[in-house]
């Protein structure tokens, strides 16, 4: 299983979706716009995103141009892919 995939597949047990069932290639009905989370479940999934890349190089390295897979960078990394592909944060 891809990098991606991991992470997408766990974006999706997070809000309840499944994966198997998102076309996440539909440009004219994006995905991340499906489905929403509370700004606590997403700090939740950052923080999983920035250990999971942390515990591994060759998957940090995989979606990353930096070099180190340094705390920082695992952070910086999960956030980025949070504004670039997570759900919609819940407005409370």
Same mark, same amino acid.
């Given at each position: 299983?891809?990098?991606?995939?991991?992470? @997408?597949?766990? @974006? %999706?047990? #997070?809000?309840?979706?499944?994966?198997?069932?998102? +076309?996440?290639? /539909?440009?004219? /009905? =994006?995905?991340?716009?499906?489905? !929403?989370? =509370?700004?606590?479940?997403?700090?939740?999934?950052?923080?999983?995103?920035? +250990?999971?890349?942390? &515990? $591994?190089?060759?998957?940090?390295?995989?979606? $990353?141009?930096? #070099?180190? +897979?340094?705390?920082? +960078? %695992? /952070?910086? *990394?999960? $956030? !980025?892919?949070?504004? #670039?592909?997570?759900?919609?944060? &819940? *407005? $409370?």
């Amino acid at each position: 299983m891809e990098t991606i995939e991991k992470i @997408m597949r766990e @974006m %999706c047990v #997070m809000v309840g979706a499944d994966y198997d069932t998102i +076309n996440f290639k /539909d440009e004219e /009905d =994006p995905f991340y716009l499906k489905h !929403e989370w =509370p700004e606590a479940d997403e700090e939740e999934f950052k923080v999983w995103i920035s +250990n999971f890349l942390f &515990k $591994s190089k060759k998957d940090f390295r995989s979606i $990353s141009r930096l #070099m180190m +897979n340094t705390r920082h +960078n %695992c /952070d910086k *990394v999960a $956030s !980025e892919f949070i504004f #670039m592909y997570g759900w919609k944060t &819940k *407005v $409370s």
